[in-house]
């Protein structure tokens, strides 16, 4: 059976499937109609795209800007808390009132963690009224909490609204962003992965300085306004032009696969990635002040640096990804980023080592926001992503929650009398937990060749019986 005839094939059966008990006469067009006939219908097309395969390009590239811009917005504005944390800091009496650090640190914590806990909600939510819809949704949670902080007198107002309902806005918005574009493309899929995900570094390149300026010029209560009103329009916008190439149908996810060891090393990757991976992220401002004398500004350019670079990286590595593979592509940016942490950033003595550190850590780093959705299409399909991705990100949600706080209590723990910090520990833990990941990468690969060949002995023992049962039914005939 060739490519193209044997999707068709399976939609023939699976609508054939829905009415089983009813006579041959009349049965495919009874099978199909009131609920069902959408159902129907949306497999054959399905598989008629399927057949067809991915134009790699053409409407695609719309999809890749959509994603890029839900990217800029949606991640860039949580990767500017930052700047907020430091005004509610620093201006308790115009703020929320006197709050720690410490405390201030939690909302962010629960803003990144918000999005892979929702993730599967909304893969399922994807699944029963489409990418679009899902997006607008996510728009109008992540617009209305922002308007909501605006009204914050206390701390625990930003822990529900800045925290609790922005992340889970952004998990809904997200999926959209990442499942979409995967569908029209094969041959450039690392590419336009690695565009569309880069508006995460360039928005925060971007909106952290504006959002700065903002607060300077209005206050921050129409910071946060004037910030959700323009990422319900603009977001409104890109769900709308984000259009699937494969409809909701094809989207259902055998649960049995979800059981399989390949999953789990799949899922796994992630759970130990993101112990590490924030680390430098959150830390190498305080880096650049304390072990190297430096100001808050240039600690915040690092920081920035960091964002920039993953904006290349992830362009740069999802286009190797197309070339040698997104397994190997993963591992080797796994692999130079614990390099980096655990090999290079203790040895960093000066603010220009500082900043080739973020350069170089954020470059590689970037990668893995690339190739590790990739790498789900890649196996599963990208008409799967998003039920996979919903599974996948959820085990995200461990090391984001609490990666940086134990990062940051092993600071407390390396701290002088004189505030000095000894940052080794901190670097060789946010290391360890990368090299870990791709350790669990090979394993991922390994795994998947030997699904692959599975696979193929199955369906090649699949067609021998049919071409077994077409021989004697032909010789029957005869007789």
């Known amino acids: 059976m060739s490519t193209v005839e044997r999707p068709l094939a399976m939609a023939e059966e699976s609508v054939q499937e829905v009415s089983p008990s009813l006579d041959q006469e009349g049965t495919r067009q009874t099978a199909i ?68 650090n ?13 999005q892979p806990l929702v993730a599967y909600l ?32 206390k701390v625990w107002h ?36 690695g565009i569309g995900s880069s508006g995460y570094g360039v928005g925060g390149l971007v909106l952290s300085p504006v959002t700065e300026k903002l607060i300077a010029t209005v206050g921050f209560r129409w910071a946060l306004r004037i910030t959700g009103f323009l990422v319900l329009g603009v977001l409104a916008v890109a769900d709308y032009f984000m259009k699937p190439r494969v409809q909701s149908e094809a989207t259902r996810f055998n649960p049995k696969l979800m059981k399989s060891w390949l999953f789990v090393s799949l899922c796994v990757i992630g759970f130990v990635s ?3 991976f924030y680390i430098p992220i959150f830390y190498i401002p305080t880096y650049i002040q304390n072990a190297l004398g430096r100001t808050a500004q240039d600690g915040a350019t690092a920081a920035a640096l960091i ?28 692999t130079i980023s614990a390099i980096f942490q655990m090999l290079f950033w203790p040895f960093v003595r000066n ?51 609490v990666g940086p706080p134990i990062a940051g209590a092993i600071l407390d723990k390396h701290t002088a009398a004189d505030g000095k910090i000894d940052f080794l520990a901190v670097q060789i833990y946010g290391g360890s937990w990368m090299l870990a990941s791709a350790a669990v990468a090979v394993v991922c690969r390994i795994l998947h060749v030997r699904w692959l060949k599975e696979e193929e002995g199955s369906l090649s023992s699949q067609d021998e019986e049919k071409d077994d049962a077409g021989t004697v039914a032909v010789q029957t005939l005869e007789k």
Not at 102 to 114: E, F, R, V
Not at 131 to 148: C, E, K, N, P
Not at 167 to 190: L, M
């Open 33 to 100: 109609m009131g609920a069902t006939e959408k159902q129907a219908r949306e497999t054959v097309r399905n598989a008629q795209a399927s057949a067809e395969g991915p134009p790699n390009g053409g409407y695609g590239w719309i999809c890749v800007l959509c994603s890029f811009v839900i990217h800029f917005f949606a991640l860039g504005i949580e990767s500017s808390w930052g700047v907020y944390q430091n005004f509610y800091f620093t201006s308790p009496n115009e703020g929320v009132g006197n709050a720690s």
């Open 102 to 114: 410490a405390d201030l640190a939690w909302i962010g914590s629960i803003q990144a963690t918000g």
């Open 122 to 153: 909304a893969a399922i939510m994807a699944r029963k009224v489409g990418f679009r819809w899902t997006g607008f949704f996510g728009a109008i949670v992540m617009a209305a909490s922002l308007i909501a902080a605006s009204f914050s007198t």
């Open 158 to 193: 930003l822990y529900l609204t800045q925290g609790v309902l922005y992340g889970a806005g952004c998990g809904f918005a997200y999926i959209p962003a990442i499942a979409v574009p995967p569908q029209w493309f094969t041959a450039r899929r690392g590419l336009a992965m």
């Open 274 to 276: 993101a112990f590490g």
């Open 307 to 334: 964002a920039g670079f993953s904006a290349l990286g992830r362009i740069v590595m999802g286009h190797v990804g197309d070339r040698i593979g997104p397994a190997y592509t993963l591992i080797i940016c796994q």
């Open 351 to 401: 603010y220009s080592g500082g900043l080739a550190f973020s350069s170089l850590f954020g470059f590689t780093s970037g990668g893995f926001v690339t190739l590790y959705p990739t790498l789900a299409a890649y196996i599963y399909g990208s008409e799967r992503l998003a039920t996979v991705a919903g599974a996948m990100f959820s085990s995200f949600i461990p090391g984001t929650l």
